[in-house]
């Protein structure tokens, strides 16, 4: 249960507590299980001395107004932030495991290393975050908008991405194994060595992308649009990219042994010395591709538009 003295101290202001909390830095302050609605702890500092073992656990901090709030390391597990405002509050290494973080404000706020685990960010606005090596395993971010975030080496493993708006961003080296990235936008984001293995990203947009040794093994991207994205040493094996569009995007060197490409839209895109062994191209529109050392063995053109591709051999089909 949380510590009375400490909540009476906390609803005096940011001034009386901040002041007691720089006059007390080895105390632990106590506030499990309070409940904190709509209250105001704008550039509240619970960052003193070892705050590892603070307990914000299960609290409710609904519409609470966290704005430049100092939340690092603090433990913040199935707590309630649902639509809270945390604009630019730092909450590093903070844990938010099972949290729901609803609706919230978090721009800009610095989320590295936190653990985030099957926390609830549906529809929460992340834009300009800090989310390096963050952990948001089975996370659901359905709808939230992480636009321009730093999300390099984070792990969203299983995670929900359906609809979020995750343009430019900084995903390099991140993890997104089995994460459902339906309809989400990926424009112009570094993808650079992101690890999509299995993950479905039908309808999703990455036009202009930087897939540059991405690993999209197995990933369903029925529809997805790649336009002008880079997939330069991408490995695409056994990928089901039918009706995808990737006209204009570089897939030079990359691996699509065995991938589904029917019916893909392949104008113009650079394909030389790409692995297209066992690939299923039927129908696909490969009208001005260059295929120029392309491996083909084994591919299925039938019914291929091929009208001025640059074949394997480097002659230009007729």
């Known amino acids: ?49 070892d705050l590892r073992e603070v307990t914000f656990s299960q609290v409710d901090l609904s519409m609470a107004n966290l704005e430049g709030a100092n939340l690092g390391i603090a433990m913040l597990e199935g707590a309630t932030l649902y639509t809270a405002i945390l604009y630019k509050a730092n909450l590093r290494e903070s844990n938010l495991q099972k949290a729901d973080l609803r609706e919230a404000d978090l721009s800009q706020v610095d989320l590295s290393m936190a653990n985030l685990r099957e926390a609830n960010l549906c529809t929460s606005v992340l834009e300009g975050a800090m989310l390096y090596t963050a952990i948001l395993y089975k996370a659901n971010l359905w709808e939230a908008s992480l ?6 080496e984070a792990d969203f493993g299983m995670a929900n991405l359906r609809e979020a708006n995750l343009s430019m961003t900084n995903m390099s080296m991140a993890n997104l194994c089995m994460a459902n990235l339906v309809g989400a936008t990926l424009y112009e984001g570094n993808l650079s060595r992101t690890n999509f293995n299995l ?6 947009n990455l036009i202009g992308a930087n897939l540059h040794k991405a690993n999209l093994v197995g990933a369903t991207m029925i529809g997805a649009n790649l336009y002008k994205a880079s997939l330069v040493g991408a490995n695409l094996r056994e990928a089901d990219l039918r009706e995808a569009t990737l006209s204009m995007t570089n897939l030079s060197e990359a691996s699509l042994l065995g991938a589904n490409l029917s019916m893909a839209n392949l104008q113009n895109a650079n394909l030389s010395k790409t692995n297209l062994s066992l690939a299923n191209l039927q129908e696909a529109n490969l009208h001005m591709a260059n295929l120029k050392g392309a491996n083909v063995k084994g591919a299925n053109l039938n019914g291929a538009y091929l009208k001025d591709a640059i074949m394997p051999d480097g002659t230009v089909h007729g």
Not at 15 to 33: H, R, S, V
């Open 199 to 204: 993950a479905n990203l039908c309808m999703t």
């Open 147 to 152: 636009y321009k975030a730093d999300l390099r």
């Open 1 to 49: 249960m949380a510590d009375e003295g400490h909540l009476a101290l906390l609803k005096q202001g940011v001034t009386a507590w901040n002041d007691w909390w720089q006059k007390n830095p080895k105390t632990i302050p106590n506030l499990e299980g309070a409940t904190l609605k709509e209250i105001n702890l704008r550039e509240f500092n619970f960052f003193r001395a």
